[in-house]
């Protein structure tokens, strides 16, 4: 199989056994209804939590590989999907390893299909391929999705409460409170305490530190979302993934005393492996059977307003695209550093209500900015990302290497 294909299953109860020829992997199920989520942490079946209802879970005891087993007749029937993940014993990324997964029929170890990712590098846990419903039938599709903050990215992404570990306490003898503070009465240590115990001052605790800035992830719940470099929104609206169509809106302004500048925005279309799939812009104004559409060039920047925009139907993008990436060039080859006031923004296409915007400030004496990113995510929903980074390139065909390193 190929990232994105599906196999019709012929059989009820399918196993998937995901393998690597130099490492052993640790295989997890999520049980998923159809907005992506699951209906609590008992859909989450991995070696801790081995059965959950139709899908369980077989150690391969270190000489074989993990095995998720999915007895569709058994899954729920508010269930639309089972994925299966994977990452390595002990953690570490993927680079360098090739994991398979082969799925075969539970009941006589016939093989169904196998799907290796390739390509991996940086990711530590993958979404690797997802048994699902279509039409009151079942299908397993290759997916390969990879995730750099673990398994525990993943079961957060889906829904599931992953609590981090507690810090160890210190012990006893080591513990050194402050002196009370001035003017405070001193209370009786604990029972137990060492017989150093000096209680702690009768003081509010302190406020939690700040956010480091561009952590963090916000969604649309409560209006309009203005970014920072790097930070992240999830284009969720009251819990449901926003498929409608969205336009993105490019704009810029001449520096103070400059000539006129002539920008070309536009969006480069990615599938699961980071592979190039089309490039919208001003000389191909329409992709993907019409499901992404640029508005044509704008020679000037003069004018308030968006100077160019792109209009992406969400739902009506081909599932093999996960990714998509905006970019601004200087055609001319005049540098960032002479443009003023740049931004980006995400509107509702249908009711022209601006969802997201970011202001780049501090622009550097280059000719191409990738702008920001649109990351379908395996729940279903996208999550736009503030970029903002600078690179040496007129076109927007050199733009689709760095874009991909990016994603």
């Known amino acids: 199989m190929t990232p994105g294909s599906n196999v019709p299953l012929s059989v009820p109860r399918v196993a998937v056994d995901v393998a690597a020829t130099s490492a052993r992997l640790d295989v997890s199920g999520l049980l998923l209804t159809g907005d992506g989520k699951v209906r609590s942490d008992d859909d989450f079946v991995f070696y801790n939590q081995?059965?959950?209802?139709?899908?369980?879970?077989?150690s391969g005891g270190g000489s074989g590989p993990d095995s998720i087993t999915v007895d569709t007749a058994a899954v729920p029937a508010g269930i639309e999907k089972v994925v299966v993940t994977a990452s390595l014993d002990g953690g570490g990324p993927f680079a360098g390893t090739m994991p398979t997964a082969t799925v075969r029929s539970a009941d006589d170890g016939s093989v169904i299909a196998t799907f290796t990712p390739t390509g991996l590098g940086p990711e530590t846990a993958l979404v690797v391929v997802e048994v699902y419903r279509r039409g009151g039938a079942w299908k397993v599709r290759a997916v390969g999705q990879g995730y750099a903050n673990g398994l525990g990215g993943i079961a957060s992404d889906f829904g599931v409460n992953v609590e981090e570990p507690a810090a160890p306490?210190?012990?006893?003898?080591?513990?050194?409170?402050?002196?009370?503070?001035?003017?405070?009465?001193?209370?009786?240590?604990?029972?137990?305490?060492?017989?150093?115990?000096?209680?702690?001052?009768?003081?509010?605790?302190?406020?939690?530190?700040?956010?480091?800035?561009?952590?963090?992830?916000?969604?649309?719940?409560?209006?309009?979302?203005?970014?920072?470099?790097n930070e992240t929104v999830s284009l969720v609206k009251a819990g449901k993934p926003f498929l409608s169509s969205v336009r993105m809106g490019l704009g810029w302004e001449p520096a103070f005393g400059g000539r006129d500048i002539d920008l070309d925005a536009s969006v480069i279309a990615y599938g699961p492996q980071r592979n190039h799939i089309a490039t919208c812009y001003f000389g191909k104004l329409s992709?993907?059977?019409?499901?992404?559409?640029?508005?044509?060039?704008?020679?000037?920047?003069?004018?308030?307003?968006?100077?160019?925009?792109?209009?992406?139907?969400?739902?009506?993008?081909?599932?093999?695209v996960t990714g998509l990436v905006f970019t601004v060039n200087s055609y001319s080859g005049q540098k960032f550093n002479k443009v003023a006031k740049a931004y980006c923004r995400l509107l509702d296409a249908g009711t022209g209500e601006e969802l997201v915007r970011f202001d780049l400030t501090g622009s550097e004496p280059r000719t191409g900015v990738l702008m920001a990113k649109l990351i379908k995510q395996f729940s279903g929903e996208w999550e736009m990302t503030a970029m903002g980074d600078f690179i040496d390139s007129r076109t927007a065909k050199g733009m689709v290497r760095p874009a991909s390193a990016a994603l």
């Open 287 to 320: 992709i993907l059977n019409g499901a992404v559409q640029h508005s044509g060039d704008n020679l000037t920047g003069a004018g308030s307003g968006d100077d160019e925009t792109i209009t992406v139907h969400l739902g009506g993008l081909p599932p093999e």
């Open 50 to 58: 081995p059965q959950g209802p139709g899908v369980s879970h077989r």
């Open 169 to 229: 306490a210190a012990p006893a003898a080591a513990f050194t409170p402050p002196p009370p503070a001035p003017g405070l009465p001193s209370a009786p240590p604990p029972s137990g305490a060492p017989a150093a115990y000096l209680p702690p001052p009768s003081a509010p605790p302190a406020a939690p530190p700040a956010p480091a800035p561009g952590a963090g992830k916000v969604n649309l719940d409560k209006g309009r979302v203005s970014l920072r470099k």
